[in-house]
């Protein structure tokens, strides 16, 4: 396929924009991308799909999901709106454990039947690659039935799914008071298991005073370590726990919501090359007032990505280019920054290489925007201005 006549956004430079360009795509690869007078011959008989001069940016990267669950949790909207704090909400068995209750009831046919439209969303907002977590089972084949629904997404859907094992996440009630037990006797089995099955692409876990803290996520780290497993962490979402400098001394992929990270977090991330992974959907739902240090993360060159978090708790967004836009509106985030985190640095987050840019030998996952600029993703208040989305080369029916 040959896109013709297009704006290109290839975030190789920043937004890279380059006008009347032309991309060149060969199976799922691009094959080459620049100006329509730069063109070479070998690619100008291939078929032509005019882009009538719209905005082709790469496909977008949703690096944060917990989109496998059972149930919702509007109730506890209600209840948070009424004055109860999300901390409140947990000790009290709400929160993630009311979502446990319900995922460990659903078998994975109801499991996958309920993601599948969360996913859709995601797509139709742009997103050709996906996150998805467990930590909603807290049990070994609970955690495992998970993780296999998750790698069904990817079967049943045009996007590619990187699955995370995140037992990690809370402490059930059969294991309260014995976070240490827990980890020993269900965390670290289910990881074991679950990379047997091939179930597994990364490791994550819940470091904060209401789920565990550094030295109980030390086993699983290691754990992860010795099955060759990268690792990420949700750190100082609603306190300073240090688990971003936890995190980046195992040379995490990234630490994820970071409102409480302190300057030496930011340090340590920033010479680990770990990604700081901005989750406003969030923030925005717990009605939060602690925001992550966005211009002490710039200062200090660390990535930002950015993501929905899409869960049934605190951050019920199915829209990347939403949080790209509550990014820019509420943390400040320019809306090249926010186009970058859900391509290039969400990428990054993610450990893959071959995608969030155009350039030759990249994956051929992109998006054509009715649009003429970048800025316009993020400008536009979750208004979805996707025209055409082609993931692996092909354009989506």
């Not at 949700?234 to 040379?251: K, S, V």
């Amino acid at each position: 396929m040959l896109l013709t006549h297009a704006t290109l956004a290839t975030m190789t430079n920043g937004y890279g924009l380059v006008r009347d360009a032309a991309v060149a795509l060969e199976g799922d690869r691009i094959a080459w991308s620049g100006p329509m007078h730069d063109l070479p011959s070998a690619f100008r008989s291939l078929p032509a799909q005019d882009a009538g001069g719209r905005l082709l940016t790469p496909g977008l990267i949703d690096c944060h999901t917990h989109a496998v669950f059972g149930g919702h949790r509007a109730v506890e909207f209600e209840l948070r709106l009424k004055g109860a704090s999300y901390e409140e909400v947990a000790r009290a068995g709400g929160g993630i454990l009311s979502t446990v209750t319900a995922t460990r009831a659903a078998g994975e046919e109801a499991l996958l039947a309920k993601a599948l439209p969360r996913v859709d969303q995601l797509i139709a907002s742009g997103a050709t690659t996906i996150e998805v977590k467990s930590g909603y089972g807290l049990t070994i084949e609970d955690e495992l039935k998970m993780l296999r629904v998750a790698r069904r997404i990817g079967q049943a859907r045009p996007v590619t799914v990187r699955t995370t094992h995140l037992a990690a996440h809370a402490i059930p009630p059969e294991y309260k008071g014995n976070a240490t037990g827990y980890i020993a006797h269900v965390a670290i089995p289910s990881l074991r298991a679950a990379q047997a099955e091939g179930l597994v692409d990364a490791v994550d876990a819940f470091c904060e005073n209401i789920a565990f803290s550094v030295e109980e996520l030390t086993p699983l780290f290691a754990e992860a370590r010795a099955l060759g497993l990268p690792v990420k962490l949700h750190a100082e979402q609603l306190t300073d726990q240090q688990g971003a400098a936890f995190a980046a001394r195992h040379g995490a992929l990234s630490a994820d919501h970071l409102e409480y990270l302190s300057a030496e977090g930011i340090a340590a991330m920033q010479a680990a090359g770990t990604v700081a992974v901005i989750l406003p959907g969030a923030f925005y739902t717990l009605r939060e007032t602690q925001m992550p240090p966005i211009a002490a993360l710039r200062a200090a060159g660390v990535p930002m990505a950015v993501a929905t978090d899409l869960n049934p708790g605190s951050s019920p967004l199915a829209s990347l280019t939403l949080a790209m836009n509550m990014a820019c509106t509420l943390f400040r985030m320019t809306p090249e920054e926010a186009l970058l985190g859900t391509t290039a640095h969400a990428a990054r987050a993610l450990g893959l290489a071959d995608r969030g840019r155009i350039a030759p030998g990249l994956r051929s996952d992109l998006c054509i925007w009715d649009a003429d600029h970048p800025a316009e993703l993020a400008y536009r208040i979750g208004a979805t201005t996707l025209h055409k989305r082609i993931f692996g080369g092909r354009l989506d029916a």
